[in-house]
Every structure is written in structure tokens, then in C-alpha cells.
């Protein structure tokens, strides 16, 4: 085993490592939480003064502040930004100046995976970005002769934890030395990461050297996000497909928030959970719902097996649904997915035990280990002279006799099987609250939390492919998409211009996985429509010049209209089950496309139910209670939500010249500011009065433009 260096110095960390890496650093950064951004900026600035040396980045999410050019905005921002990340969070330096077009000749940055929307039109990292399968960047970075890892973590004793990024760093490290090619690596501690376990905790030698003081960075946090109307119906309609006792995978954002709370709606208040779903005119007895999913409490729960562990699953914790657990031993995970025997074990189950072959009729030390590892027997069991002896009782070791064999049977009736996990993930991203909820997890909670590898959670390939097809029975992976087109083919990153709004990421390992296990199903959810420039368009089109999930892989597909089953449906089908789930507005234009291409019966029509399908058929989602616009908590106070509200409106409201021009010949009319209106002006910034003679002429502007929207 190598040995690990410790130092508390950055500068002389990048000195380390120019000595080790030579003139061209090759740097693997993490996804997203697990970089370092003090000791990269200081890298990146090293090389960015020396033409002399070269670095070239590999990474994917590369995480930045907000940042806007409009005035208001950013008035608006700029307290929140300070409240919400500090005023001392390290920036990453190689964004700033990719974002302006400014990187250095001698500095490249590669990405797989990008913040939604952030890089639309920045010209370096649109020319710079790979298009990778998730589970394909570590071996993609070996065959590019990476020669540096940098990476956050967090110490316990003389353990390790890769905390939030696991994903690629494990099996790049491993895939190193396999094909005996250098690589330093560098852990850089910060105490603010939660200390997770699973395939992240690690020996400390795993690092070259250990960055030790003045890198506690405060963790870059998510913002939740608003969910609308039209979000929490794509959210009802999919929790009718998730199945009592099976695997669930969601992402970040607000339909999976809203998925989430619509689980929880379910689970808590059933009787309300079935009126919603009768107010969108759900079919509960349909096939589908029957077969696929369900609608009743959960009373087995549900195993998680994600690549991102976010907000979602905190939630379904605490709510009691994310409970299930699976164990790493193929026989006992079947006993208990078949009810053969129970945890905590029941009176007779170690007799199945025994009968089925998990533990020997003539129990051997390979037994008591087995039995140790799973909680069964205390730590201090032992066997001697043919006689097990643990909790100040002896048992004859054998067990075909029926004596020892009701022995054993009591000792183990009542034992709760330990080292089960309820959830999987590859790497972490979210809010401040599930940081702090991972901080302090404990026992079981902590335990059951295993994360690992990205191979592991997106794919079933290795030598143990059987055990995850069994772990991850009734498994339903839910992700998002753009657009989709009437033939079945999903677009979720990238515009049909070549310009990439995200990044393939684990996407099409879901998919492919979905279809891969017997009883596995992949959802992708969109919204029917959006809104550009004050125009309605449909994201169900009849063709579009970019794919993510290509049509042969079509399985489910959900907006807020309903449900379109497309698995192993004609091409004729397929159009007709997602012109049912598209907006009413569209549905003739996009029947017309398709007649013309000859893909659908020319005397076809749109049946009248269809053509419900508007906005107003939401309208009593709106009105609950049950579906708030921020469902868990919200980072804005109250009076910052209607500033949002009336910034939003005003942004669409000016959108066209005449709108423009509208709003600033009233703005130049005196007029009185409304008592109600005085704390939103003082949270941007503005005195109470629009008349004050402290206000600018601009400012003065401004503030009236933004009261006339503002509602109360």
C-alpha cells in the first residue's frame, strides 16, 4: 500500500504537483460538490501566467453562482446570493473566464455534463464538450492518460470518506493501476462534506497527499425550486407507477419534487391522494396503474437505486416510504423478495434457512461468519468442539438434528438482519437542508445509505449483475426530458443546432437498464408545452433534428395530460397514445404531420376527450393545499417569492418592443406607491417612497415598472 503525505499549504500543493505531472497536467475533477475549488483555482492560475505549461481539465458540472445582466435581477439577487452562499465561496476561476470566451491558449476544459442552459452560446465549452454515457467517463479518462485527480473529502480517524463523488474517482483509480498508468492523486479535507459510508470510505492511502487546513468551504447548495400546476400533475400521474416493495429512481428539480410529494400524499392521506388523481380523470382500474404501479399506502416502502442522492430521498425517508432493504447476498435477498422468510426473522424461519441451504446442516465457521456479517449472532459467537456458543447459550452445531436445530431456531427468532440498505447513489447534489440531514445521519439511517461507484448504481454489468437484477425488482426510473417526438424518440440534452443545453449523463444508462430487467420500467416526463417570447409551443413535435433516446427504446412517457404506455406498440399506436397526452392546441397540426408522412390512418380524428386537454383542466391542483408551490420549504421569504412573481411578469410583459415602450412611458407618469408595496421596494434596495429624492431617475423607473406587477 502507498503511503500518504500530508501538507497544509496550497502553493506548495501545486509545486507537488507541477514536480509530479510535468508541463502537462492532466486533471480529473469530480461532478459537481467533490472539487476542490481553492486548490483548482490555484492550479489554474499557476498554468494561466506560465504559457510554458499546459493544463487540460476533465470534469462535468462545474457549479457557479447565478449571474444576470438585468438591472432589477440583479437587485434582486444580490442580497440573496450573499445570504444563500456567503461571501466567501470560492468561485471556480476556469468558469469566469470560460463564460466571457477568456481561456488561455494553454488551458483546455472538457465537460460531460453541463448546469442546465449555462453554457448555451459560450463557444469554449460548446467546442470543448464530450458527449458521454456516464458510466463510460472513467475508462474514457484512462484512455486520455489523465495524471492527476483532485479531489474534496472528509476524514474520520484514519478513514476516508468521497462523501459526495464516488461516481467516476473509484474506478478510475482502479483502472489506473490495472493498466499501470500514473496517477496522483490529491484529497483535499473539508469538514463541512457529510462523512458517508458504503464503497465511499476508503483508507487514506488511496491518496498521494492530503491537503489538511484552510479548505473548509461552505457546500454549494441548490435553490428549490417552484412547482408549478402543471408539474404536480406530471408528478400525480407518475406515482401511480411506482409499485409497493419496488426501486426508484428520480433526479433534481421540480418534477421529481413534485413526484415526491405526490408519494408522500399517498402515503399520508390516501383519501385525499385518490380524489386529486379523480380531479385529472385518472383511470385507477386501468391495466397500467394495476400492473405497473399501484395506489394504496406503502407498506413494504420502496429501495432507492439513483445515481444522484438529492432532496427526494431525504423526504421519503423521513416520510416512511424509503424503507425496503436489500442485502448484499443473492440466496437471502431472494428468501426475502419471495416472503420465504421475514426481517426481523419470524419463529421457523432459520429452519428455511437451514432446510434451503443458506446456513449449513453442520454449522462451520464460513457459517458464523455468515451469520456475524448479516447481525444474526453477536460479534462474540464463537464455535468450539462442535458447539456454537453466543449469548450465554450453547447450541450444537448440528443441525440436523431437530433438538439443536429448535435451538438455533429460537436463538435467531426475532434477530433483525443488519447491513441491509435502503439506498444507492453515485454522487450527492441539493439543498442546505439535505447537508445538514446527512451530517447527522446515524445507525441504520447512516448504514443504509451506501454509496458507490456510477457503474455500479446505472448499470448491471460485473460479477454481480444477478444480485442487482434481484435488488432492483419493479424498478421505475424517472427522468426528464425537452422534447418528444411523435414517433417515440426522446431529447433531453442537446438542441437540434448542435448547442448543448446539459449533458447525456445517466440517462440513457436508466433507459437501457429499464428494458434490461424484467420487471423494470423507464418514465420519461415532460411538460405538454413552453413558453418563449410569450408564445405557447408544444414539446411534443413530429420530428426534431437532435435524439437522446432514440425511439427503439421508447417505454413511458408522462405529461400532465396523463400517461402514454409505448413499450412494444405499433408506430401507428405511438402517435395516437402521445397525441392524448399533448395539448389540445397542437393536436391537429401535429395529426396533420403525421398523416402526411403516412404514418397514421388518413380518416383518423381526435376523439373529443383530447381535446380537453388545457391549461384549465388544472385548475384544481392550484387550489389545494396539498400541492403548494414549494411543497418542502422554499429559500425565498415571503415578501422575495412576490418580487419573483412580479419580476417574471414583468420580464414577459417586455419582452416585445411595444412592451417595452408601454411600460416606460407609464413608468414616467408620478404615481403614488401603495403602503403594501414599501418592503418589497426595501428588499431591492429602495426607499419606501418612489418619490424620494435619493432615487435616481433610473431607479425611479424601475421601481414603478416593477409595482404595477407586483400583486398582493
Known amino acids: 500500500m502507498q503511503q500518504v503525505s500530508f501538507t497544509d499549504n496550497v502553493e506548495s500543493t501545486v509545486d507537488e504537483i507541477l ?13 459537481g460538490l467533490g472539487k476542490p475549488n481553492i486548490l483548482l483555482n490555484a492550479l489554474y492560475q499557476r498554468v494561466k501566467v506560465n504559457p510554458e505549461l499546459r493544463l487540460t481539465i476533465y470534469t462535468a458540472l462545474s457549479l457557479q453562482i447565478p449571474k444576470t445582466t438585468n438591472a432589477l435581477q ?67 479518462l484512462a484512455a486520455a492518460n489523465v495524471n492527476l485527480l483532485l479531489q474534496q473529502v472528509v476524514r474520520r480517524e ?11 474517482s473509484l474506478e478510475l483509480i482502479d483502472r489506473m493501476k490495472q493498466e499501470n498508468k500514473a496517477l496522483f492523486t490529491v484529497g483535499v479535507l473539508n469538514n463541512e462534506l457529510p462523512y458517508l459510508g458504503g464503497d465511499a470510505e476508503v483508507n487514506q492511502e488511496v491518496f498521494n497527499l492530503l491537503l489538511e487546513d484552510g479548505n473548509n468551504t461552505e457546500l454549494f447548495a441548490t435553490t428549490r425550486e417552484a412547482v408549478s400546476a ?19 429512481q428520480i433526479g433534481i428539480g421540480a418534477l421529481s419534487d413534485a413526484i415526491v410529494n405526490a408519494l408522500i400524499l399517498r402515503q399520508q392521506d390516501n383519501s385525499s391522494y385518490l380524489k386529486s388523481l379523480a380531479s385529472l380523470d385518472v383511470d385507477c382500474n386501468s391495466a397500467l396503474v394495476q400492473e ?56 421457523g424461519d432459520a429452519n428455511k434457512m437451514v432446510d434451503l441451504g443458506l446456513v449449513a446442516k453442520q454449522l462451520s465457521d464460513v457459517d458464523l461468519s455468515w451469520l456475524k456479517r448479516f447481525g444474526l449472532l453477536e460479534k462474540g459467537a464463537k464455535i468450539a468442539e462442535k458447539q456454537l456458543s453466543a449469548e450465554s447459550q450453547t447450541v450444537s452445531c448440528d443441525l440436523s438434528e431437530k433438538t439443536a436445530l429448535a435451538e438455533f431456531d429460537q436463538l435467531l427468532s426475532g434477530k433483525y438482519l443488519q447491513g441491509g440498505r435502503y439506498l ?16 447527522q445521519l446515524k445507525g441504520d439511517d447512516w448504514s443504509g445509505l451506501w454509496m458507490r461507484s456510477v457503474s455500479h448504481t446505472n448499470e448491471l454489468l460485473g460479477g454481480k449483475e444477478a444480485l442487482d437484477r434481484t435488488q432492483r425488482k419493479d424498478a421505475r426510473f424517472f427522468n426528464t426530458c425537452m422534447m418528444q417526438t411523435l414517433l417515440g424518440a426522446a431529447v433531453s440534452d442537446t438542441l437540434e443546432s448542435g448547442q448543448v443545453v446539459s ?164 413608468s414616467l407618469l408620478p404615481v403614488k406607491t401603495p403602503v403594501q408595496a414599501y418592503p418589497h421596494l426595501a428588499r431591492m434596495g429602495w426607499s419606501q417612497s418612489d418619490e424620494s429624492v435619493s432615487l435616481s431617475f433610473k431607479d425611479k423607473l424601475l421601481s414603478r415598472m416593477l409595482v404595477r406587477h407586483l400583486s398582493f
Not at 432532496?311 to 420465504?340: C, E, P, S, W, Y
Not at 444507492?424 to 440531514?437: D, I, M, R
Not at 434490461?516 to 418514465?523: N, P, T, W, Y
Request: one cysteine or more; a neutral charge.
Open 158 to 168: 484514519n478513514k476516508i470518506s468521497l462523501s459526495c463523488n464516488p461516481d467516476v
Open 503 to 666: 449533458g447525456v449523463g445517466g440517462q440513457y444508462n436508466f433507459v437501457a437498464m429499464a428494458h434490461s430487467l424484467e420487471s423494470g420500467r423507464s418514465i420519461l416526463m415532460l411538460r405538454a408545452t413552453r413558453t418563449k417570447a410569450n408564445k405557447v409551443e408544444s414539446n411534443l413535435l413530429w420530428n426534431y433534428g437532435h435524439t437522446t433516446i432514440p425511439r427503439h427504446l421508447r417505454d413511458i412517457v408522462i405529461t400532465e395530460y396523463g400517461i402514454a404506455d409505448l413499450r412494444g406498440q405499433s408506430d401507428q399506436e405511438v402517435i395516437k397514445r402521445l397525441l392524448a397526452i399533448s395539448d389540445a392546441r397542437f393536436q391537429l397540426a401535429l395529426l396533420a404531420s403525421a398523416k402526411a408522412a403516412g404514418k397514421i390512418a388518413s380518416d383518423f380524428t381526435i376523439p373529443d376527450a383530447w381535446r380537453l386537454n388545457l391549461p384549465e383542466k388544472l385548475i384544481v391542483l392550484k387550489q389545494s393545499p396539498n400541492f403548494a408551490m414549494y411543497p418542502f420549504g422554499c429559500d425565498f421569504n415571503e415578501i422575495e417569492q412576490q418580487l419573483i412573481a412580479a419580476l417574471q411578469s414583468l420580464e414577459a410583459a417586455t419582452i416585445s418592443p411595444f412592451g417595452k415602450l408601454s411600460h416606460l412611458i407609464r
Open 230 to 248: 402543471v408539474d404536480h400533475a406530471i408528478g400525480l400521474h407518475a406515482s401511480t407507477l411506482v409499485k409497493d416493495g419496488g426501486t426508484l
Open 292 to 347: 405497473v404501479g399501484g395506489l394504496t399506502p406503502f407498506t413494504q416502502g420502496l429501495y432507492g437505486a439513483t445515481e444522484m442522492v438529492m432532496d427526494g430521498f431525504m423526504h421519503l425517508r423521513q416520510a416512511g416510504i424509503l424503507k425496503r432493504l436489500v442485502f448484499d447476498d443473492l440466496r437471502l435477498q431472494q428468501l426475502l423478495d419471495n416472503k420465504t422468510i421475514s426481517n426481523p426473522l419470524a419463529p
Open 19 to 31: 514536480n509530479r505531472c510535468g508541463d502537462h497536467v492532466k486533471l480529473a475533477a469530480p461532478l
Open 424 to 439: 444507492e447513489g453515485a454522487f450527492l447534489l441539493g439543498s442546505k437542508p439535505l447537508y445538514h440531514w446527512l451530517c
Open 74 to 140: 440583479s437587485r434582486f439577487l444580490k442580497p440573496f446570493l450573499t445570504r444563500h452562499f456567503g461571501d466567501q465561496y470560492p468561485e471556480l476561476d476556469y468558469v469566469i473566464d470560460r463564460n466571457k470566451n477568456g481561456l488561455p491558449d494553454n488551458i483546455t476544459v472538457h465537460e460531460f455534463y453541463f448546469s442546465s442552459g449555462s453554457q448555451l452560446n459560450v463557444s469554449a465549452a460548446q467546442q470543448d464538450y464530450i458527449c458521454q454515457n456516464y458510466t463510460h467517463v472513467a475508462r474514457d
